[in-house]
């Protein structure tokens, strides 16, 4: 079992920077593949970023490729998301997700959600 909480998510303008959390419970953290999704009001959720549960491979949406930054740290537990040039239409509950070692772009490929957390980027 792993549980996950993230944390981070605020208002902030457009062109400014965020970074998210995502603390994972349990001691075989660093066996599983992390994921980032997000949100938006009246939309599926959609894949962001995933990174490997070495670290080594990450993927990340077209939406975000540039801007946005995935990384990890096995001895806290720990991935994170940071956002750079956050645009409006980045504005969305954000979500992690865990999965065993290989990294999945679909969320059915997940078997562990938190809870989510809100980015709201203005114009």
């Known amino acids: 079992q792993v549980q996950l909480v993230e944390s981070g998510g605020g208002l902030v303008q457009a062109g400014g920077s965020l970074r998210l959390s995502c603390a994972a419970s349990g001691r075989t953290f660093s066996s599983y593949a992390m994921g980032w999704f997000r949100q938006a009001p009246g939309k599926e959720r959609e894949f962001v970023a995933a990174?490997?549960?070495?670290?080594?491979?990450?993927s990340y949406a077209d939406s975000v490729k540039g801007r946005f930054t995935i990384s990890r740290d096995n001895a806290k537990n720990t991935v994170y998301l940071q956002m750079n040039s956050l645009k409006p239409e980045d504005t969305a509950v954000y979500y992690c997700?865990?999965?065993?070692?290989?990294?999945?772009?679909?969320?059915?490929?997940?078997?562990?959600w938190g809870q989510g957390t809100q980015v709201t980027v203005s114009s």
């Open positions: 990174i490997s549960w070495g670290g080594g491979r990450t």
């Open positions: 997700a865990a999965r065993p070692y290989t990294i999945a772009l679909v969320t059915r490929e997940y078997d562990y």
